[in-house]
């Protein structure tokens, strides 16, 4: 696949899951679009543990300490 924008690739693989949900595809179709979506994924993933490990290198490189915890999205939107 080529090199495509995270954004980008978010966006397909929205509108993939969006088509195959509604389930008016007609099988081949629906096993092509899949495909797609299954390397959108695997293409959005690797770019997020990419830049996952780049963060965990500048915080290194500053001197900061790492401090695993968790995150949940209620809190977020409470704020």
Do not use: Y
Request: glycine share 6%; net charge negative.
């Amino acid at each position: 696949m080529a090199a495509i924008k995270f954004e980008d690739a978010l966006a397909r693989l929205e509108t993939i899951v969006n088509e195959l949900e509604k389930g008016d595809l007609p099988l081949n179709d629906s096993l092509k679009i899949f495909e797609e979506g299954i390397k959108l994924s695997k293409t959005c993933l690797k770019v997020l543990s990419d830049a996952e490990r780049k963060v965990e290198i500048m915080v290194q490189e500053t001197g900061g300490k790492k401090r695993l915890q968790a995150f949940s999205v209620d809190e977020e939107d409470a704020t």
